[in-house]
């Protein structure tokens, strides 16, 4: 038996990150409006492509659930990364005058790329419990930032609407969902287990500070 709830132990194990994560330009300038909007444009691209990947990991994640309302859930998920967050990129890409074309066209970035790949190979490769580790901070760090960014009332309105959409209570209820999960999971895990666990948590951890980063670098490939 394990004392502490995993997630909490989970949550411990990026502090660092988290911390340096709420330092980033990218989010200080979401929070205060001074984030160059074509830097927003980079990265809004970059999360549409992210997106499509990140859609097929829940879908796995569904289809190796092992108890039905887990299928369920990851399956509304999955749906869920596409069709709300695509309403929500769409209204940014009008803001900016991208059509659909416009977004596909854009290359994949380096990080975007590195990030995806990541998930999926872990996804398939993985056990269930490490699937789920390594979706876990899209979900969860997400949410702590839109809560987070809330508070600064941010004056650009694009950037009010990307906060307000990750710090609500409707995204709040989805990651919820998740933790719970997360908690169960790693309740009945083996020391093994919980400790592939977090490596995977923390790796996707690292990786949304480098997305942000990525973002605001809007980064190229070298050649």
């Known amino acids: 038996m394990h004392d502490e709830r995993f997630t909490q132990t989970l949550w411990s194990s990026i502090t660092p990150i988290y911390e340096a994560i709420l330092e980033h330009p990218f989010l200080t300038g979401l929070a205060d409006g001074s984030l160059e909007e074509e830097s927003f444009r980079f990265y809004v691209i970059q999360d549409a492509h992210y997106l499509r990947d ?7 994640c569904s289809a190796r659930s092992p108890q039905e309302d887990d299928i369920l859930m990851f399956a509304r998920h999955a749906g869920g990364a596409i069709e709300v967050e ?5 209204s940014f890409f009008a803001d ?5 074309e416009d977004v596909r066209a854009e290359p994949i970035a380096p990080t ?8 999926l190979a872990t996804a398939y490769g993985g056990d269930f419990s490490d699937a789920l580790a390594a979706v876990l901070p899209c979900y969860w760090i997400y949410w702590e930032v ?7 009332a941010s004056p650009n309105p694009l950037y009010k609407r990307w906060i307000d959409t990750y710090g609500g209570q409707e995204f709040g209820a989805i990651v919820t969902e998740v933790l719970v999960l997360a908690d169960r999971v790693g309740s009945a895990a083996s020391d093994n287990q919980r400790a592939a666990m977090e490596a995977h948590f923390v790796t996707t951890s690292r990786y949304e500070w480098m997305f942000w980063d990525m973002g605001f670098t809007r980064e190229q490939w070298p050649a």
């Open 54 to 60: 990140y859609a097929r990991a829940l879908s796995i």
């Open 112 to 119: 975007t790329l590195a990030y995806t790949s990541y998930l």
């Open 146 to 152: 839109g809560k987070e960014l809330m508070t600064s």
């Open 86 to 90: 695509r309403s929500l990129h769409e």
């Open 96 to 100: 900016f005058g991208l059509g659909e």
